[in-house]
């Protein structure tokens, strides 16, 4: 059985997917890989065939969503065995060496259900100066909701702060993701999802921060979206995830980590 199952949704990035593919594949440990195609023309067939290497499934989404990588991702998972799922986007890069001591970590700490880590971005000129700033905040937030152990810190900056991960940034257990069921396809969910994802896998299995880079996140021109959790999509988007965490786990858990984040965390709130 492979080790690392690594899931990657795609839309019309043959180059970039090439490159993702071979940060993967050159990684030492075993993997198995799902290229799930979201085109209706199938534009990354070609990129996984020219590779030949069995260890990549390509998979043509038969109802290609227009936009919506929560859905793609929930196509991906099901049809991998691996004990260890990495939900990697299509333009992003892993980091050589990065699985080897990620599962590493993950068998050190049998306690978890997730790990994450550093991200560090490239790309578009324009916006690198932001990015570095917020992933830089996002690391040192990380480190300190470390020091309350492995879930409720991580829970509530994801909730009520800014978000401190990316979904490529972040290996789960298998059994974590089928016992939470996947990715939330709601429409109410329209961004976000990640995060929804590993607020729900945190809280039912704690995780755990790696203090090395663990993803190369490429930034497209006009990308500047971290700094500013804004809009009716994203604000709609939290309802969601506040209404099914209150229905979930009940009122006085969801306020009570609302206070964490104010006073303990100290976290900016602002939805």
């Known amino acids: 059985m492979p080790e690392l199952a690594v899931v990657i949704p795609t839309f019309r990035r043959p180059r970039e997917l090439a490159a993702a593919l071979h940060s993967v594949l050159t990684q030492e440990v075993s993997v198995e890989v799902v290229v799930v195609d979201d085109s209706a023309e199938q ?15 390509y998979v043509a989404n038969p109802s290609p969503t227009g936009g919506r990588p929560a859905a793609v991702r929930n196509l991906g998972w099901p049809a991998t065995s691996a004990p260890v799922l990495h939900f990697l986007d299509d333009d ?13 970590a993950l068998k050190a700490r049998p306690d978890v259900g997730a790990l994450f880590g550093r991200v560090a971005p ?5 916006a690198l100066g932001h990015e570095h700033g917020f992933f830089d905040s996002a690391a040192r937030r990380a480190r300190r909701a470390s020091r309350y152990g492995a879930r409720w810190a991580f829970v509530a900056e994801h909730l009520f702060c800014l978000p401190m991960l990316v979904c490529s940034a972040t290996l789960l257990r298998r059994a974590v993701v089928e016992a939470i069921g996947g990715f939330d396809v709601s429409p109410r969910l329209q961004l976000a999802e990640d995060i929804d994802l590993c607020v729900r896998a945190f809280r039912r299995a704690g995780a755990a921060f790696l203090d090395e880079v663990t993803l190369h996140y490429r930034i497209s021109p006009g990308s500047l979206i971290h700094g500013s959790p804004s809009g009716e999509a994203l604000r709609s988007s939290y309802r969601h995830m506040f209404a099914r965490y209150v229905r979930d786990h009940g009122r006085a858990e969801f306020f009570a ?12 709130t602002g939805r």
């Open 92 to 104: 992003d890069l892993v980091p050589a060496g990065y699985y080897r001591r990620a599962l590493a």
């Open 43 to 57: 534009s990354a067939r070609a990129v996984v065939e020219q590779l030949r290497a069995p260890q990549v499934r």
């Open 122 to 126: 490239f790309g578009d000129q324009t």
């Open 257 to 268: 980590l609302k206070v964490f984040a104010r006073t303990a965390l100290r976290g900016v």
